[in-house]
T-cell receptor
Framework: QQQVKQSPQSLIVQKGGISIINCAYE??????FPWYQQFPGKGPALLIAIRPDVSEKKEGRFTISFNKSAKQFSLHIMDSQPGDSATYFCAASISNYQLIWGAGTKLIIKP | DTEVTQTPKHLVMGMTNKKSLKCEQHMGHRAMYWYKQKAKKPPELMFV???????INESVPSRFSPECPNSSLLNLHLHALQPEDSALYLCASSQEAAGFGGQFFGPGTRLTVL
């Protein structure tokens, strides 16, 4: 019940396209859902996060969509660029110190 | 200053060596974390310090010993490591708990145990 399931494992998108990564959870006590972006050899960087009282949050080209009833949330990257090529992790937290991480999605944006 | 810094960037050590990893933040965060990350995997939580006190130890072997000298600094002392301990070691900090404002990660220390 503590798991966060992330899909797909890898994703190839053409430059300018929309990249979509999905996550699902079981524990309805989760109340904080961040997305992290990680480039090879670097630490994860907090990209965008959402609380369950809103259905969507947008920051620039990055949008989180949140479906509380389905227990799913997704990251949309609009106008995807080669510089967006990285590994993306979703996570969930119950307002404590412990993030429950998804397995990660390797995103490749083709020029 | 919105950065978490870690030193060294790379470390190679033998199984009998003693070494330390260092982490520093100047964001006034009161929680600091050590994670271990293997290739193509998400970070695994090792330790959490809250207000300079160890609050979570995720059953980490005693060959890893954390230390929080003050609210800005976090160390990880390494002794008698095994080759399977080779990984990227990440430090992170957050204002309070993970649910409020997120965790901010350093660039990591790439550790190789021979």
């Amino acid at each position: 019940q503590q798991q966060v399931k992330q899909s797909p494992q890898s994703l190839i998108v053409q430059k300018g396209g929309i990249s979509i990564i999905n996550c699902a959870y079981e524990n309805t006590a989760f109340d904080y859902f961040p997305w992290y972006q990680q480039f090879p050899g670097k630490g994860p960087a907090l990209l965008i996060a959402i609380r369950p009282d809103v259905s969507e949050k947008k920051e620039g080209r990055f949008t989180i969509s949140f479906n509380k009833s389905a227990k799913q949330f997704s990251l949309h990257i609009m106008d995807s660029q080669p510089g967006d090529s990285a590994t993306y992790f979703c996570a969930a937290s119950i307002s404590n110190y412990q993030l429950i991480w998804g397995a990660g999605t390797k995103l490749i944006i083709k020029p | 200053d919105t950065e978490v810094t870690q030193t060294p960037k790379h470390l190679v050590m033998g199984m009998t060596n003693k070494k330390s990893l260092k982490c520093e933040q100047h964001m006034g965060h009161r929680a600091m974390y050590w994670y271990k990350q293997k290739a193509k995997k998400p970070p695994e939580l090792m330790f959490v310090y809250s207000y300079e006190k160890l609050s979570i130890n995720e059953s980490v072997p005693s060959r890893f010993s954390p230390e929080c000298p003050n609210s800005s600094l976090l160390n990880l002392h390494l002794h008698a490591l095994q080759p399977e301990d080779s990984a990227l070691y990440l430090c992170a900090s957050s204002q309070e708990a993970a649910g409020f404002g997120g965790q901010f990660f350093g660039p990591g220390t790439r550790l190789t145990v021979l």
